[in-house]
């Protein structure tokens, strides 16, 4: 039997559910849904346009939908309650997603002399986009009859999608929720920051509102030096004016001598300070462990010939790739198997164990009390309080969504590898997404394959393009059992947040598809009017053509980067290190970590995590006691939201001053 830690239990307790659940979707919420569907969602798809998805601009969306609504409230004598607030939160995300945003890739990378220049642009099938000649022949409009199926098919999947929500995703979450009783640190910091917006005068926890505008002013004094100076003196100075360098230092050329093959570099973002805090102990020290480890064990790889691509002149994300292709992809890959098996251990030894003191008639035990309701029980029984809906109808849903994407692929490209993805459906889906929710609920941090996709397509033996626009996915659903966290930890029911999404859906896809033909009749996407697509859209396109090579024949370098011995020693790192910590009663929470240390993430934020995790464990939870750990995600939350507020008002003056400047001169 394994311990669990008792950090674990600090972050399951640090908020608990309200007693009583209330729905949370009224007309204030559906007002909320027109705001942030015609208001919200044409901002951020100009701003995607013109600045990328960075910079905090959607965190900062959200959180001025809630805040403009709230105070609208108590302007009228009204309070919101946190119901209300948590569904416009939830709705301002789903609006900030356009679907229709992609058809304006679409176009371009039909038209992308990337894929003219590798001859696979006349092989992109219509039902994506239509030809070239088509596009340039009608003008730059959607509302045309080669347009009608690209529509149809990303409506389609938006709708699929939403529902597909309701699927895996809620099953994984009742597992690690209500049979694991996982801590899931990183839900109390959206928690938090609703709650707080709905604290009334005389509310019995001032604190949280106190929190929360702390850690928002944090967040625009860094801000404005960190985001706000760089983005304006850009525009009003020959040089911009940058106290901070942005995005970090890159110290790999300098220390190559010294560190070989070793991505080195620093960012001086103090979010990640934050985030150290509020993150658990010993999931931030093992993720440090593990950065550290990669500074002794690049430089022996490449001393013994493994990390073959790299050379002294590489920068830190080329060496991060290259280590990926020599090294990192298969020892990720057996790394995060390492997980799975893991996770399938800890949850499968409880159930094996009461069933076999059921078997011999014990009724009690020091370790296992038989009087509590089974795993299995804990499972299938569902809380009239919340809302809950059988598990067998969210497999169920799981069941023809995946279905629906298969038969459809099919319907749509001949010779589609239906097996691949069946098995996927059955087996990799399943275990890759209880790993990463395993992962959110111990540590808040998620696990992927990558480039299983791409994988599949090579080692299906299909040949041509048109497999590469198939639309069945490879989902990841643990990611969605920290929603519904956030869900349950604001005390709002399910059925608001399923009316919430029938609402919002129509709202989404109408504005999206007008502010889509706005924005590009305004002008060519990419071109000048939108910077950020016109500088990163074509080495996208260079980079998608490439990739779609490996199927048009030739060698692939996706098969070269796959090696067995690699794999397998990152299943016995994976594996031994768990077995040993918990033999030695260490905090299994360090191995989650070391895995996510030893991924080849950037290393950049590890030295400023493990700041924000002495400082809190150390110096603000002696001052503050017990409470630290819930001022924690509240100050975080603040912090979000002020520096995303100051991204977006940089982004708005960069704006303007473009604007006007052809007036000016």
Known sequence: MFKQDAELNRYRDLMKPPEHFEDGFNWRAAAGAAFVGFFMLPASMYLNLFVGGSGGVSDAAKWVTVILFAEIARRSLKELKVQEVYILFFMSGMALSSPFEGLLWNQYLVQSDAMRSMGMAQDIPTWFAPSAATIRASGRTFFTAGWFTPIMLCSLGLVIGKLDQYGLGYVLYRITNDVEKLPFPMAPVSASGITALTDPKGSKEPWRWRCFSIGGVVG????????????????????????????????????????????????????????????????????????????????????????TTWN???????????????????????????????????????????????????????????SEPSAWQRLVTNDPRRGDFSIYAALGIYVFTSTFWIVLSCYLIEGFPWQFFAFYATVYTPLISYATAKLEGLAGQAVSIPLIKEATFILSGYQGVKIWFAPAPIPNYGEATVSFRVMELTGTKLKSVIKATIVVLPIVVISSLIFSQLLWQMADIPSGAYPYAQQMWDLKAKQTALTFSATTGGTSPFLEAWKWPNFLWGLGTGLGSFFVLSFFGMPTLLVFGVVRGLGQNMPCSALLELTG??????????????????????LAAGFACGTGLIAMISVAITILIKMMSPLVY
């Open 220 to 307: 625009i004094i860094f801000a404005s030096i960190y985001i706000g100076i760089p983005a304006i003196t850009s525009q009003i100075l020959s040089k911009k004016i940058e106290l901070l360098p942005i995005p970090w230092v890159d110290f790999t050329p300098q220390t190559s001598s010294v560190l070989p093959a070793t991505p080195v570099n620093f960012s001086f973002d103090i979010g990640s300070i934050i985030w150290g805090m509020v993150l658990p102990f010993w999931a931030v020290i093992g993720s440090a462990i593990g950065v550290l480890s990669t500074f002794i064990l690049n430089p022996l790889l490449y001393k013994w010939g493994i990390l």
């Open 312 to 370: 002294p002149q590489m920068r830190v994300t080329d060496t991060l790739y290259s280590n990926t292709v020599d090294f990192y992809l298969s020892f990720g890959v057996g790394q995060t198997i390492a997980i799975v098996i893991i996770s399938m251990i800890q949850i499968i030894a409880p159930m094996i164990a009461l069933r076999r003191l059921a078997r011999a008639g014990v009724a009690k035990d020091k370790s296992v009390d038989a």
């Open 613 to 634: 995790a002495f400082l809190g464990r150390y110096y603000f939870h002696k001052k503050f006691g017990e409470m630290w750990y819930r001022y924690a995600p509240v």
